[in-house]
């Protein structure tokens, strides 16, 4: 129903309907007109002209947003919404049961309804693409904030043409098709409303286009904008670098659905921070500095690594829960552990092979996930399954009291389960296949312009068992849909590796502490803290917990000295010497607590140690591709 291109050709009434419906499309063009020149004052004007017949006619804003796995459509940034028809002004009201839908009734003799609203951007408020995403300088426009459309037909049947305006002296980049770029309005071409929600713009004062080599085959490119001219200064050796990302997921995957590929990177301190998949195009946030700085770097990385997997995992291949007809369609997130966990274990894959990680640096990442799930106590009664299932409230959940719920675990705990389904692979067939093959098969094919193909878990476990037979079902059970108290480190064991901890900081963490700004002592006293010294999580049944914090707790002090991260090093080292316990004060509210740490443990961090007995499977798993297909 989703699919753009018709895969069946049996259903001759579809078809003549189809053929129906586009003979009359030229006709049914709705256009939307985003005015962005007062975008600095945090508003955005929008303009349609809706198609419509006389009777009752309900208007959407779309509610459940692809990729955000959840209703996130910014509906209380809406404001001065008005309907006009042939010259009059018509009543609204809105439906009791959905928000997000404006009922009104269309005049005897009109063919069309006029729409205007303005949408105010969030400030601090608001997750993903609804969340702040305008500054003075940029702005990420996501056109299902600012567009409405008609109930009653797929997105993928309503044509759309919008145009836009800027500030002066701004530019922009996007996927979508340009018609006429000359003048102070844009014109973009005719598309899907699918296509357009599924294709931001960014713009801004600063917006440089990075084109990669990547030779023959669509045109790939780096779209940067950020909040100052130095921040989009390219480091050396930037756009050669991540052309081997291409590279790299063509060799995987033998096939791409996308007839460019854009990434839109936008670098500002205010504004979300997360990235968003679209088929062409994804919408990567990160901080003003993230260019240059090594640590914040290797985490551009695997953005920038896993939004690209999703053209193909997610956008292309789909599970039939997440294709929806529509945005107001309710979707369901209980395959999100392939949808997401694969794209973060291919993700991890890609940016490895593509050199934008070092080895070490892969196997420092994948020691802090899998310590980071061993120690979410949230596992001894949630399966990963109900993560997943759950994805549409977790997605929103606080960090605070995380270990003991359980937050959107599906993401990184099947980058454990999809490296040792490649280990279970390669071992069945001598190394002579593994999931790079079931990739291939999964999400190759034919190259083309975007497509969607729904999936079922039973295809997945069809073209797994294809590829090496095995009790796949039994094998996702016992990992997905179990209560499993620890962390599922076969894969990386199977690959000659096991998980440690010792003193040395792990490279991921640290850089991590950086990015968030937080410091992290999870493995250790059991908790981390913010910039301002506040707890934002403990593990359950670690040092801290039985002293008597919890999240929200100020730290003040630590063996009598103030707390900052030197100081707690201190004393840790001190206590692993000593049998005194660890002091620590703390301000919760209008009191402030003394509390003590009984731990000599020492500073503890996970890495990946070698198992000698084993080959190194996990070398050869993160080798290079390209170079020897
Ligand atoms: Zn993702």
Request: charged share 20%; aromatic share 8%.
């Amino acid at each position: 129903m989703i699919n753009r291109k018709p895969i069946r050709t049996a259903l001759w009434t579809a078809t003549l309907l189809a053929l129906t419906l586009a003979a009359g499309a030229a006709a049914q063009t709705a256009t939307v007109e985003l005015d962005a020149r007062e975008v600095a004052r945090h508003v955005l004007h929008a303009h349609m002209v809706l198609p419509a017949q006389p009777g009752p006619l309900t208007l959407l804003y779309p509610k459940w947003i692809p990729g955000e796995h959840g209703p996130t459509g910014p509906l209380n940034g809406v404001v001065n919404l008005r309907f006009r028809s042939q010259g009059r002004e018509l009543a609204w009201r809105r439906d009791p049961l959905e928000m997000f839908a404006f009922k009104l009734e269309v005049p005897a003799g009109a063919s069309a309804v006029e729409a205007d609203l303005d949408y105010l951007p969030p400030v601090d408020s608001g997750v993903f693409s609804s969340g702040p995403s305008v500054t003075q300088a940029l702005a990420i426009l996501s056109w299902n904030n600012v567009a409405l459309y008609p109930q009653g037909r797929p997105t993928d049947e309503l044509t759309y043409q919008a145009s836009l305006r800027l500030p002066a002296g701004w530019t922009f980049a996007t996927a979508l098709p340009v018609a006429d770029g000359g003048g102070e309005t844009v014109r973009f071409g005719p598309v899907s409303f699918t296509t357009l929600v599924d294709s931001p713009i960014l713009a801004g004062s600063h917006l440089v286009k990075v084109p990669l080599a990547t030779g023959q085959g669509p045109a790939h490119e780096i779209d940067i904008a950020g909040d100052s001219a130095a921040a989009v200064e390219l480091p050396a050796g930037f756009a050669e670098a991540y052309a081997r990302l291409p590279e790299e997921a063509a060799a995987l995957f033998g096939a791409r659905h996308y007839r460019h590929y854009q990434w839109l990177l936008s670098l500002s301190d205010h504004v979300e921070h997360f990235g968003l998949e679209h088929h062409e195009s994804s919408d990567n946030r990160v901080l003003e500095r993230q260019l240059h700085d090594d640590g914040l770097r290797r985490g551009l990385a695997s953005l920038l690594s896993h939004e690209y997997v999703h053209s193909w995992n997610g956008k292309y291949r789909r599970p039939a829960g997440l294709a929806t007809p529509d945005y107001q369609q309710p979707m369901i997130g209980e395959l999100l552990w392939i949808y997401e966990g694969m794209t973060q274990y291919l993700g991890f894959l890609l940016a490895a092979r593509s050199g934008l990680w070092t080895p070490e640096y892969y196997r420092e990442r994948l020691a802090l996930l899998a310590a980071r799930l061993d120690h979410t106590t949230g596992r001894a009664w949630r399966p990963l399954a109900d993560t997943a299932v759950g994805a549409q409230v977790l997605f929103g959940s606080p960090p605070q009291g995380r270990a003991a719920r359980r937050g959107t675990d599906f993401y990184d705990e099947s980058v454990l389960i999809w490296l040792e389904a490649d280990a279970i692979i390669r071992r069945q067939t001598q190394g002579r296949l593994s999931l790079d093959d079931f990739c291939r098969r999964f999400h190759g094919g034919q190259s083309g312009p975007p497509a969607v193909r729904p999936y079922t878990l039973d295809e997945v476990v069809n073209t797994l068992n294809d590829v090496s037979p095995f009790d796949w079902r039994g094998f996702f059970r016992d990992r997905v849909e179990t209560i499993t108290p620890r962390a599922p480190l076969g894969g990386v064991e199977a690959n000659g590796w096991r998980l440690v901890y010792t003193e040395t900081p792990n490279q991921g963490n640290t850089d991590g502490e950086a990015q968030n700004e937080r410091h992290d002592w999870s493995f250790s006293l059991g908790l981390a803290t913010d910039k301002d010294n506040v707890i934002v999580d403990v593990i359950p049944g670690l040092p801290a917990a039985q002293a008597g914090l919890s999240p929200g707790m100020k730290m003040l002090s630590v063996n009598g000295r103030k707390w900052t991260p030197e100081n707690v090093q201190a004393a840790l080292r001190a206590a692993k010497k000593g049998a005194e316990p660890i002091e620590l004060s703390a301000e919760d509210g209008e009191s402030v607590l003394t509390l003590h740490a009984d731990y000599h443990g020492g500073e503890r961090y996970p890495h990946l140690e070698r198992v000698p007995d084993r080959p190194d499977l996990l070398t050869e798993v993160i080798k290079p591709l390209a170079a020897r297909r």
